[in-house]
């Protein structure tokens, strides 16, 4: 079946490839693809408001093994303290309480209720919440935020959810808590809403809200300071004060490090890092909240369905087509107003969908080009090249076979003046009215009718003996008398007619089967026609043998 003909089956090949786009695995892969095309842009500045304090190797060799003690964090919060640091994220993980006699926490604890901004991470351990201390709620002077990272199929980190927790998703991410205690977010957060999103262990932690963090061409272009540095160091006014802080490890091999999709880099991001790009997505408005997948389907069948009636069921309805086009580009304009207004909407089966129209099109283009090449425009019949190719296989199977081979040779009579009396115009419309004639005396699907040249027609009639090619060339000749055309022109009739000539080869021998041979047969049409002409038009002449 020729998919080019029967549109209505086309269309109905687009919109199923569209949704096993949308249902199979591959889906996900080309839709990171084509989000990390988009997110090759400079579309996230580092924030000049954020600084980096690394637990780094060079602090590790001067302070010692980890973990440290904790009055080292208690003067590292009391020296941001001091040096005015507005918000203090502080990434490190207290959960067990220190109960020796020469316990540090009350040190730190008081730092931080000091300082009474800084953000510290909350855990989820078996099935349970654990916050800093073993404590039941945040201590003086903190806030918490989560810092759960969700890692892609392929190893990248893309998302993240601005809310999680146990039961409920009531703790806002690391990244907007330090946010929030900087200026506290009254706007709306964005995310899309997955209040059933449950993973872990027991399904018990929910996640909510989640977002597409476009990352700086280079995420570690924040400022960054050794924790050794600044804690021994001095004269930090200018650079902690009214800032945010945050303090995490970078160190090797203590905390795991995640792969981002930046183009040409593939370093490894710490978790604080992360913090820090989602930190600034959300101070700047970059984040993309991603539209449910259902939508992305709902938009691939319409758009396909859109391009392929542009290009294959209107092209007879230009009003329509035109407004179908407006159209269309409006809903090709749609994935990039989604982007300004904060929103990624899934393009994988939209892009599928389109492609495969497209391909089809191409594809029926080169169909349509390869049946140019081989038929005549102006009677839509087979050419002269076509014809030589025809002829040459039906030679070698009569050679084969030892069957009758005929051909008929009809040219117009006197065409060339019907030309100068009627126009070129006319001339064609002649030509193609004459063709339908000469096609309705094929008797089977072998039978071969081509336009031979400028008004000459050859028909060609395999395993055909030569009475029953005479006979076949008497009814064309009448069809076209009965035409009762106007030629005023013509010596023959002052109506259009034609002279035929038939040839007949039997049973050609081996030697027969040469180009030179076939080419006598050919040959001998052509004297019967021209001896047809000159005895006056309108008649056969027939050579019966070659």
């Not at 919109?15 to 989000?35: C, H």
């Not at 989820?124 to 806030?143: D, M, N, Q």
């Amino acid at each position: 079946m020729n998919l080019f003909r029967q549109k209505d089956i086309g269309f109905l090949l687009c919109q199923a490839f569209v949704l096993i786009i949308a249902f199979m695995p591959v889906q996900t892969t080309f839709e990171n693809f084509l989000y990390d095309l988009f997110s090759q842009k400079d579309l996230n500045h580092a924030s000049d408001e954020l600084v980096i304090i690394d637990i780094d190797d060079k602090s590790l060799e001067a302070l010692g093994r980890w973990p440290w003690p904790r009055y080292l964090h208690a003067e590292m919060i009391q020296k941001l303290d001091m040096e005015g640091a507005a918000v203090i994220g502080y990434n490190i993980a207290f959960v067990e309480p220190d109960n020796t006699p020469n316990s540090h926490d009350p040190i730190l604890k008081q730092a931080i209720a000091d300082h009474g901004n800084v953000v510290l991470p909350v855990f989820a351990e078996r099935g349970s919440l654990i916050y800093p201390f073993r404590g039941k709620v945040a201590i003086p002077g903190s806030s918490l935020g989560h810092v759960d990272v969700e890692v892609d199929n392929d190893g990248y980190v893309r998302r993240t959810y601005l809310k999680a927790g146990i039961d409920t998703p009531q703790w806002p991410a690391f990244g907007l808590a330090a946010l929030h205690g900087l200026t506290p977010y009254s706007g709306f957060l964005p995310g899309t809403r997955s209040p059933s999103s449950r993973v872990g262990i027991n399904s018990k932690w929910m996640r909510d809200l989640e977002v597409l963090v476009p990352f700086h061409r280079n995420p570690k272009s924040y400022q960054h300071f050794s924790f050794i540095d600044v804690l021994e160091g001095s004269d930090y006014k200018k650079t902690f004060t009214n800032k945010t802080v945050l303090v995490g490890i970078e160190a090797t091999g203590l905390e795991p490090t995640f792969l981002v999709p930046i183009k040409n880099n593939r370093e490894m991001l710490s978790g604080t890092a992360l913090q820090a790009n989602l930190y600034t997505a959300l101070n700047n408005s970059s984040l993309l909240t991603p539209i449910l997948p259902i939508w992305g389907v709902s938009y691939a069948v319409l758009i396909t369905a859109l391009s392929y009636s542009i290009l294959f069921f209107l092209t007879r309805f230009p009003v329509i087509r035109y407004i179908a086009i407006v159209v269309g580009i409006g809903l090709l304009m749609l994935p990039v107003v989604a982007v300004n207004y904060g929103y990624w909407l899934p393009l994988a089966p939209a892009v599928g969908g389109v492609t495969l129209v497209i391909v089809m099109l191409i594809s029926r283009m080169l169909n349509s080009a390869g049946i140019q090449r081989r038929n005549d425009n102006i009677t839509d019949l087979s050419n002269h090249r076509m014809f030589e190719e025809t002829l040459k296989l039906e030679w070698e199977q009569s050679l084969r076979k030892h069957t009758p081979l005929s051909l008929i040779l009809l040219e117009v009579d006197y065409f060339k003046r019907f030309v100068d009396t009627f126009g070129p115009e006319r001339g064609d419309w002649l030509l193609a009215r004459i063709s339908p004639i000469l096609q309705s005396h094929k008797r089977k699907t072998r039978d071969f009718v081509a336009r031979y040249d400028e008004d000459t027609f050859a028909i060609l009639l395999p395993i055909t003996p030569n009475n029953i090619a005479l006979s076949i060339a008497e009814k064309i000749r009448k069809d076209i008398e009965e035409l009762q055309i106007e030629h005023t022109g013509s010596e023959s009739a002052k109506i259009i007619t034609a002279s035929i000539g038939i040839a007949t080869t039997h049973t050609p021998t081996q030697a027969a089967g040469s180009d030179t041979n076939r080419d006598a047969f050919v040959l001998k049409s052509l004297k019967a026609v021209s001896k047809a002409h000159l005895q006056g038009g309108n008649r056969l002449h027939n050579t019966e043998t070659v």
